[in-house]
């Protein structure tokens, strides 16, 4: 089964093909990333004219690649949600007309859930129950996989998501957009136990995460300081702060659940500290820790086209006149209030995803 996965959440205008489920015949990313640099975040607007402009060629490129012609593909999956509504709906547009031409079955899929499935890409099925991080530029959640496609809420962050927070940090230090990588990359030269940054709720015996007195505290360190500033160190110490965290709550999640494997899920996943040190912390405690590599970390279409796989086979199927919903919740009912928030005051309001 050939499945063409579409995805458009927020500046990664992403197609691919994928065989089965599992196998990747091609994985399209036409990245945004020097349209939206400039304005320190990305910008609703001209992320969605980006998708209008890449999209169709970047379906032909993953065709091509794949070595399939349309008329070979099977069904057509597309992300339906969270994200951003006018960016989104140019995925859900141009899904629905070639599922309706080529008179194919369509499948909306959940951004967050195509992360957790983009483990499939790389380990080839999904073990659950599992503890699953699913941690990106829009979430930080932390759940219980029950069984396929069914997820319990543990926990998640009462206010930045974890790759907000990288980026605003990155903003800070000067380090561009996005800022995850940068920072990543940085931390690897600095010190992290140069500065001690707070560790919120560490220790609060809930599975929820707050990032906002991080961030503060690196913005009141950066402006408050005097001579030069070690930047990599700054890097380093804000990342071990975030990551601690993290890892802390994640295998806390493994103990009281009685679960033996974490599975990670989502851009900020791709971060070489939190896999190093939760993979480190969690052999030690017999957990097993599998996670996406990098690249298929940071939104892709072959996740999308992954999960659809999956749906499709449990017999789901979208009907044509489905919209694409920002909101959209891995557990119905549970998550994050309100829409992504527009993050700075100025000029065409970029969003820190
Ligand atoms: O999943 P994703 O591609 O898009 C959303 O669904 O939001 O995640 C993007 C986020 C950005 O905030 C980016 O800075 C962050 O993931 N990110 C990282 C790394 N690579 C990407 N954060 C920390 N370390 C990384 N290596
Ligand atoms: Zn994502």
């Excluded at 063409?4 to 994985?27: F, M, P, Q, W, Y």
């Excluded at 069904?75 to 080529?102: E, M, N, Q, R, S």
Aim: charged fraction near 20%.
């Amino acid at each position: 089964m050939l499945v063409l996965g579409i995805e458009t959440s927020c500046d990664e205008t992403g197609v691919a093909v994928v065989e089965n489920g599992k196998a990747l015949r091609s994985n399209v990313i036409a990245d945004q990333q020097l349209l939206h640099s400039r304005f320190g975040g990305v910008v609703p607007e001209v992320a969605s004219r980006a998708h209008v402009d890449l999209l169709h060629p970047a379906v032909e490129q993953a065709c091509a690649e794949a070595a399939v012609t349309l008329a070979d593909l099977d069904a057509v999956a597309v992300t339906i949600g969270p994200g951003l509504v006018g960016a989104l709906l140019v995925g859900v547009a141009a899904a629905k007309a070639y599922a309706f031409a080529l008179d194919l079955p369509l499948i909306g899929v959940n951004h967050l859930v195509a992360h957790v499935y983009a483990n499939v890409l790389e380990h080839g099925s999904l073990p659950s129950p599992a503890v699953v991080f699913v941690v990106s530029g829009g979430h930080t959640s932390l759940l219980v996989m029950e069984g396929e496609g069914e997820f319990r809420m543990l926990g998640q962050t009462i206010d930045d998501a974890a790759g907000e927070a990288y980026d605003k940090v990155a903003r800070v230090l000067g380090l561009g957009y996005p800022g995850g990588p940068a920072i990543d990359r940085l931390a690897g030269e600095g010190d992290p136990a140069a500065i001690s940054f707070p560790r919120s709720l560490l220790d609060d015996g809930t599975y929820d995460f707050s990032l906002s007195g991080l961030k503060t505290a690196v913005l009141r360190h950066v402006r408050g300081h005097q001579g030069e500033l070690e930047v990599a160190d700054v890097a380093a110490s804000f990342q071990e702060a975030v990551v601690d965290v993290q890892v802390s709550k994640i295998l806390r999640a493994t103990r009281e659940e009685g679960l033996d494997t974490v599975l990670l899920a989502g851009g900020v996943a791709a971060n070489s500290r939190l896999r190093a040190k939760l993979e480190r912390d969690a052999a030690a405690r017999r957990v097993r820790v599998l996670a996406p590599s990098p690249r298929l970390c940071t939104d892709n279409g072959a996740m999308v086209a992954c999960a659809g796989t999956f749906a499709l086979e449990r017999g789901e199927r979208t009907p044509l006149d489905v919209g694409a919903d920002p909101n959209l919740r891995i557990v119905p009912g549970v998550g994050r209030r309100g829409p992504r928030r527009p993050k700075r005051g100025r000029g065409a309001a970029p969003v820190g995803r």
